[in-house]
């Protein structure tokens, strides 16, 4: 829950674990994360990104491609990810779950996306979970 331009913003966070078009398309937002100490994470992520990417057509998804660990051993360089997110019209950005470097600013860039992008539906959203409606 964030408060984005004066009005609070909710977005429930999943663990997805099917990648058919139902379930992809589903969810407003997406946040793919890979581990920069195995490049066999980044390739598994850019599968991830073109599934969402078919699923949702010509609708453009909102996702951001998160590198994690990077306060560890690093094995795949920014450019990699950031090339990578480039390429597909995401967000790139580098966190680190364990010191939590990062992670509130990458959920709020997040939902400052889904606020641009759905303005008052976002709103309306977080006012029907309130009334619990």
């Not at 598994?44 to 078919?54: E, F, G, K, M, S």
């Amino acid at each position: 829950r964030r408060l984005i331009n004066g009005e609070v913003v909710q977005i429930h966070l999943k663990n997805v674990h099917s990648l058919d078009k139902e379930a992809i398309t589903s969810y407003d937002a997406h946040v793919i994360v890979y581990a920069v100490d195995h490049w066999l994470s980044l390739l598994v992520a850019r599968l991830i990104i073109r599934r969402i990417i078919d699923a949702f057509g010509l609708e453009k998804p909102l996702c951001v491609l998160a590198a994690n660990k990077v306060d560890g051993i690093r094995r795949i360089e920014t450019k990699a990810g950031l090339s990578t997110a480039q390429n597909q019209g995401l967000k790139y950005v580098e966190v680190s779950a364990k010191t939590g470097m990062n992670v509130n600013e990458m959920f709020t860039e997040l939902f400052q996306a889904c606020y641009e992008r759905d303005g008052a539906k976002c709103v309306k959203e977080e006012r029907q979970i309130k009334n619990g409606s």
